[in-house]
């Protein structure tokens, strides 16, 4: 079974542009969750959404936004880039994104801003 | 407020017993996770530990849990040259849905 996949893999994007990441979670599972990993740090929680409703979302400004769509993928859409920006970002899918859920993280998408 | 604290470094010789030791904040959290991350990867799920548990024996690895002190290790038996990655704990967060709160990671070096 495939599992998580994410694309791009790599992207560099020049302060102000906008950016679209994509996550297709394992056949079956109905949640996805996103995350920022700056280099150096523990990944840092974005989003959550399950049937395509968000059911959590974590410390980041408005320019950050992610949709889910009935098949049950999932993008994130970033306004205004920073140089801070410049991260790791992880895809997370889960059966129903409940507490005793394992979550099953993808390779990342490396978004490097200049 | 939430958080998950580990020592960065950890060096052991190939064969020898690795702890990893974590500690966090949020004695409510039912779940608390043991993820891996090589190089350039995502991150892959080791094990994870439900509270009421104080430990749990998967192959290699050993977690042990003390909720008294909000403490989890990892212990991984007979470390191999390819255990060599980083490890992050991780716990459940009772404020954002069920998001997870990663501590900044231990690096685990293995030398032949």
């Known amino acids: 079974d495939a599992g998580v996949t994410q694309s791009p893999t790599h992207l560099i994007k020049t302060r102000g542009q906008q950016v679209t990441l994509r996550c297709s979670p394992i056949s079956g599972h109905k949640s996805v969750s996103w995350y920022q990993q700056v280099l150096g740090q523990g990944p840092q929680f974005i989003f959550q959404y399950y049937e395509k409703e968000e059911r959590g979302r974590g410390n980041f400004p408005d320019r950050f936004s992610a949709r889910q769509f009935p098949n049950y993928s999932s993008e994130l859409n970033v306004n205004a880039l920073l140089l801070g920006d410049s991260a790791l970002y992880l895809c997370a899918s889960s059966l129903e994104g409940g507490g005793g859920d394992e979550q099953y993280f993808g390779p990342g998408t490396r978004l490097t801003v200049t | 407020g939430e958080d998950v604290e580990q020592s960065l470094f950890l060096s052991v010789r190939e064969g020898d017993s690795s702890v990893i030791n974590c500690t966090y904040t949020?004695?409510?959290?039912?779940?608390l996770y043991w993820y891996k991350q090589e190089p350039g990867a995502g991150l892959q799920l080791l094990t994870y530990?439900?509270?009421?548990?104080d430990m749990k024996q998967d192959q290699r690895l050993t977690v042990l849990l003390n909720k008294k002190d909000k403490h989890l290790s990892l212990r991984i038996a007979d470390t191999q040259t390819g255990d060599s990655a980083i490890y992050f704990c991780?716990?459940?967060?009772?404020?954002?849905?069920?998001?997870?709160?990663f501590g900044k990671g231990t690096t685990l070096s293995v030398s032949s």
């Open positions: 949020d004695s409510s959290s039912t779940y």
């Open positions: 991780a716990e459940i967060s009772n404020q954002a849905g069920t998001a997870l709160i």
């Open positions: 530990i439900f509270s009421n548990m």
